[in-house]
């Protein structure tokens, strides 16, 4: 599920088939990777040897103009169904 809440989101605030699946689970693991240092499970050296594996696709792959607006990609990843439905145990993330 790492990056498919955000990718979901980011898909259908384009429009369906604008964003290609795999580029957007990029995008949304950018956005987990900022997530997870924000909140101390990765370290900013960790974060960054992430980000510029991420960052190698996406250079050849950016977003269409003009983007979303923010409040829209937020709205829909927050109705995702993939989001919060992992069943995690009270000791896990």
């Known amino acids: 599920e790492y990056g498919h809440t955000v990718s979901h989101a980011i898909e259908k605030a384009?429009?369906?088939?604008?964003?290609?699946?795999?580029?957007?689970?990029?995008y949304g693991m950018?956005?987990?990777?900022?997530?997870?240092?924000?909140?101390?499970?990765?370290?900013?050296?960790?974060?960054?040897?992430?980000?510029?594996l991420c960052n190698l696709l996406l250079?050849?792959?950016?977003?269409?103009?003009?983007m979303p607006p923010l409040e829209v990609v937020y709205r829909l990843a927050m109705r995702d169904s993939k989001r919060g439905l992992c069943g995690e145990s009270d000791d896990e993330v």
């Not at 950018?30 to 510029?52: Q, V």
């Open 59 to 66: 250079r050849r792959c950016p977003l269409p103009s003009p």
């Open 30 to 52: 950018l956005s987990s990777a900022l997530a997870a240092e924000r909140l101390g499970f990765m370290s900013a050296a960790d974060r960054y040897a992430h980000d510029h």
């Open 14 to 26: 384009y429009g369906d088939g604008v964003v290609p699946h795999g580029i957007g689970v990029v």
